[in-house]
């Protein structure tokens, strides 16, 4: 289908949940800016995951929806902002049919079964072998769009980056590496467990000076306060926080250690450097995409990379991580940030 670009003045895309995801997604946002010159591109997400996107250059306007809004209701309101394009990097049957319902003259979509009904312009069915965050990148290919840069885009408010600024510097030691530690995970799976946790920075502490702050929200509390009560010389407990007020931590700290989760992408998209725990998913798929980043996994094992919400097993995949090995891996990420104990 052929589409003249210079018309092009409002485009919508859709990524609704999973704040990672939603991060993964902005790789388009650059591509569609320099591709159509006199366009605005807004996004639509869920309200919880609004942070991903609001504070972004690239983004006009963020629409959000519930989680269990009537498809037609949101489709209603995005037919009142006359959108030109939409692109549905979710294209989940839901989204889908918000995209379809919305009567938007370009809807451009994954051509996944039961789905591609609701668009005119198809991208690949196929997942392929390349990273999440470049699977978006299908929807433009199918666009005809150049792929000139692949930037992810997360941006933290002056208000937030102060807050966490103010933070570390009050609760933080200045001769150490602050290292956020980061014990969520959206599948208990996921999680390394606050046991491991222990071990690692215990490893990593009898060679570097190092303050880890211990970065938490809903769900996270036993870890949390496992990690701290088992390891107190050396750990500071975030507050209670938003997300907005997280990304400020992060932001401010030297070094990122998680899990997959939404946090590590904010922080690898934030080019924080980046040491992802891996177990149940691919970390070539799912792991934090920047240069400056990298993961640590146990792949000899049978299960790995499962993809399991709950280990059928006992958690070989975390528990029984080389401690010695996640200690080289910090250190090759790290590089010369790192300040040996004397």
């Known amino acids: 289908m052929q589409i003249d670009k210079d018309k092009i003045r409002k485009i919508l895309c859709i990524k609704p949940r999973g704040i990672g995801d939603i991060i993964l997604s902005t790789l388009v946002l650059e591509n569609l800016a320099a591709y159509f010159p006199y366009t ?11 942070a991903s996107v609001e504070n972004n250059p690239f983004v006009n306007k963020v629409l959000t929806m519930n989680e269990t809004e009537f498809p037609l209701l949101v489709a209603l309101r995005v037919k009142k902002e006359k959108y030109d394009i939409i692109l549905d990097l979710w294209s989940n049957p839901r989204s889908a049919q918000i995209t379809f319902l919305s009567g938007v003259k370009y809807r451009v979509g994954f051509a996944y079964r039961g789905r591609k009904y609701a668009y005119n312009i198809l991208a690949t069915g196929e997942r392929g072998e390349h990273h999440s965050a470049e699977h978006n990148l299908e929807l433009l290919t199918a666009l005809n769009v150049p792929v000139k840069t692949k930037n992810l885009h ?4 002056d208000e937030n980056d102060e807050f966490g600024r103010k933070f570390i510097a009050k609760y933080c030691r200045n001769e150490s590496l602050v290292v956020g530690i980061v014990p969520a ?6 999680r390394c467990d606050a046991v491991k946790w222990i071990e690692i920075c215990s490893t990593i502490n009898k060679k570097y000076k190092v303050q880890y702050l211990i970065l938490w929200g809903p769900g996270d509390e036993y870890d949390a306060d496992y990690i701290k009560n088992h390891f107190p010389d050396r750990t500071v407990l ?41 177990g149940p998913t691919d970390p070539d798929k799912h792991g934090p ?11 000899d094992l049978f299960c790995i990379v499962c993809n399991y919400l709950e280990c059928p097993y006992n958690h070989e995949c975390m528990l029984q991580l080389s ?12 590089g010369n940030l790192l300040e040996k104990k004397s």
């Not at 591109?41 to 609004?50: G, V």
């Not at 030297?254 to 922080?267: C, E, Q, T, V, Y």
């Not at 995409?289 to 792949?299: A, P, T, V």
Request: charged residues 20%.
């Open 154 to 157: 997360f941006y933290v408010s």
């Open 40 to 50: 605005q591109i807004d996004y639509l997400t869920e309200r919880f995951a609004k």
């Open 323 to 334: 401690n010695q090995k996640v200690l080289e891996a910090f250190e090759r990420i790290a």
């Open 185 to 190: 995970g959206g599948w208990p799976s996921k």
């Open 289 to 299: 995409y920047s240069q400056n980043s990298g993961y640590i996994l146990k792949d």
């Open 238 to 278: 975030a507050p209670k926080t938003s997300l907005e007020q997280m990304s400020g931590l992060i932001k401010n700290c030297g070094f990122i250690m998680a899990n997959d989760s939404g946090p590590m992408h904010m922080a690898a998209a934030l080019g924080i450097p980046t040491l992802g725990i891996f």
